[in-house]
């Protein structure tokens, strides 16, 4: 779900900082403080971490899709860059 930036603390410095859920599905607006993120990510973390230390090929895997995502993104830039002044070049 999307969370406003609107902080319900005063000064922004504390751990209380809540958000307020932004999900058009939930009937009542409740709000969703930092301890909720930090609790989901825990739980996040104890569901996903057996499946990077299952074995080492799994993780160089993933860690080889994680490269060719980026270079993949890297390359298209590129390509936007390239495309676009030879459609400027064109157009002159």
Known sequence: PTRT???????????????RSM??????????????IRKQARIFREMAMPYFRESREGRCLFGGMLVF??????????????????????AD
């Open 23 to 36: 999900n058009p599905d939930d009937d009542e607006q409740r709000d969703v403080t930092i301890e909720d």
């Open 69 to 90: 995502c980026l270079l993949r993104s890297t390359l298209n830039v590129v390509f936007s860059f390239v495309l676009r002044d030879f459609w400027t070049a064109l």
């Open 5 to 19: 930036g609107a902080k319900t603390s005063g000064d922004g410095s504390d751990d209380k900082t809540s958000y």
